[in-house]
């Protein structure tokens, strides 16, 4: 033992979104002053990435349904958790998500081990719904919660959260440490958009991404600029191939020509490739991927809601559309397209922003923060 306190990590889901991303570079940052390990609850990529960043990862099978009422389910899975939390003696239980939360705070509770949870999402179900008592129940097991967004602390608060735990900590990115420029000639050769403006998004795809309005808009686009394309990089999660299957119907269906699906990869070989990134989401948490756009110089395109309204100045860094429409969007793409003076001046502060408000650096000194006023 090296004397440091131990912290652990939890990552419910197998996939690598921006939420595991996030729980990377949070362990990554803070390995320097704690001892840190991250706990895996279901086989996924978090086991292989956590590990190429020197980031010891356990793993405990998490019940097939998240819920307390499958007792049998949940209590194997409760009596290994405080057994490895006794074995371990962490200081500190962070959770990147609420199943995550809902798994460990029992065992939390029992251990007496202070729970931080970190909330990436906005809840957007009225005060009774079942989302909502959710939050108000994990809550309860937490000491802390910081959420990624004002937009996402509010919607806590309307749920019921007790305000007193609740905070808010950006998410940080870093810049890119080498020229990027091979990337985009790369991207926009393979999919033959040399002479193209280029509008592009990289998400997962589901049903709160926006991406029906984003073809909406792509229709609307269409028929007032035959030279501008739009990229959509990424896939469904496993068990949601039936909502990928129903937007490449939706583009089919429509006819269009300017909308194309680039697959799935890394973000770094593709969005370099773009002239103006789209955030469609219509009530973001954060996103992620939009301050790394930002950081290579893409400007975004989005709405004035959400946590991307307090990313974004409009006009300055970015671009907001006021209305969530794709009437409203198209506008706002159309004026970045018409405008390449402004596109290119408000690209570089998109650069500048991400360097002032949302490094990696400034996100891990806020957990600290937080962490050692949790641990004493």
């Known amino acids: 033992m090296n004397g440091r306190k131990k912290i652990l990590l939890l990552e419910y889901f197998p996939f690598m979104g921006g939420g595991q991303r996030v729980l990377l570079d949070l362990a990554e940052g803070l390995k320097k002053y704690y001892e840190v390990e991250i706990l895996a ?55 990147g998500s609420m199943f995550a939360a809902k798994l460990a705070g029992p065992a939390c509770f029992v251990k007496k081990i202070p729970m931080l949870w970190h909330k990436q999402l906005i809840i957007e179900k009225p005060f009774f719904s079942y989302n909502a008592s959710q939050a108000r129940l994990v809550s309860a097991f937490a000491a802390k919660i910081i959420c990624v967004s004002q937009a996402s602390r509010l919607s806590m608060e309307k749920a019921g959260v007790n305000p007193e735990k609740l905070g808010v900590i950006y998410n940080g990115t870093r810049l890119p440490g080498k020229s990027v420029e091979k990337a985009r000639n790369n991207f926009r050769k393979k999919f033959r958009v040399e002479k193209n403006f280029v509008c592009g998004t990289v998400c997962i795809f589901r049903r709160n991404k926006g991406l029906e309005l984003l073809i909406e808009t792509a229709g609307i686009i269409s028929k007032l600029r035959g030279d501008i394309k739009f990229a959509l990089v990424g896939r469904a999660d496993a068990g949601e191939e039936w909502f990928e299957d129903k937007i490449r119907a939706m583009v089919r269906e429509s006819g269009l020509k300017n909308f194309i699906f680039c697959g799935y990869g890394d973000k770094y070989a593709f969005m370099p490739g773009f002239d103006l990134y789209v955030m469609p989401s219509p009530n973001e948490p954060f996103g992620l991927v939009t301050i790394e756009a930002m950081g290579l110089g893409i400007a975004t395109a989005g709405f004035n809601r959400g946590g991307t309204a307090e990313i974004i100045t409009d006009g300055k860094d970015g671009f907001l559309a006021g209305d969530v429409t794709p009437e409203a969007l198209a506008e706002k793409i159309l004026y970045a397209y018409d405008n390449r003076k402004k596109l290119k001046a408000v690209s570089g502060k998109a650069v500048k922003t991400v360097k002032e408000r949302f490094s990696l650096e400034k996100q891990t000194a806020s957990f600290r923060g937080i962490i050692e006023g949790m641990i004493k």
């Open 41 to 95: 609850m279901n086989r996924g990529m978090i086991e292989s990435e956590g590990e190429k960043i020197g980031i010891k990862v356990s793993f405990i099978q998490a019940p097939e349904k998240v819920k307390y009422r499958y007792i049998f389910g949940y209590a194997g899975f409760f009596l290994k958790l405080v057994k490895f939390l006794s074995e371990n003696k962490f200081s500190l239980v962070y959770a």
